[in-house]
Structures are given as structure tokens and as C-alpha cells.
């Protein structure tokens, strides 16, 4: 059985390709979040360093990755 012969076999209406793509580009997704939550809450903090003396970046950062209570 070749790859694309594994590919191509249909599984639940879709065929193993289209599972495959969706996985891929729900990790690319998640990833991609992660990267750029972190990196644009870098940036903020250079940029408001003065105001907030007493917080360390780790700090800000798990402040700005905290949920909203309601």
C-alpha cells in the first residue's frame, strides 16, 4: 500500500488527506497564537516598562494571559 493509496482511503465521508491537512493547520494555528501572544506582549512591555516598576516581564505576561473573570 503506497502513500498515496493510504492518502486517498476514505474514512467517515473524508478521505485521510483531509484529516491530515485539518491537524496541520489547527497546530499551525495554536502555535502561531502562542508565538505571537508572546511576542506582541514582549513588545508592550518595552513600551510601558517605566509605568509598571514593580511588575517583571513574567509577571505581565501571566497577567495578560489570564482569563477576564465575569
Not at 51 to 68: D, H, M
Amino acid at each position: 500500500m503506497s502513500l498515496q493509496e493510504i492518502l486517498h482511503y476514505r474514512f467517515l465521508g473524508n478521505n485521510v488527506g483531509a484529516y491530515l491537512t485539518c491537524l496541520v493547520l489547527l497546530l499551525f494555528g495554536y502555535l502561531f497564537k502562542t508565538l505571537l501572544s508572546r511576542l506582541l506582549s514582549k513588545l508592550v512591555f518595552r513600551f510601558i516598562r517605566k509605568r509598571a516598576e514593580g511588575v517583571s516581564e513574567e509577571q505581565f505576561q501571566a497577567l495578560l494571559i489570564q482569563p477576564y473573570p465575569l
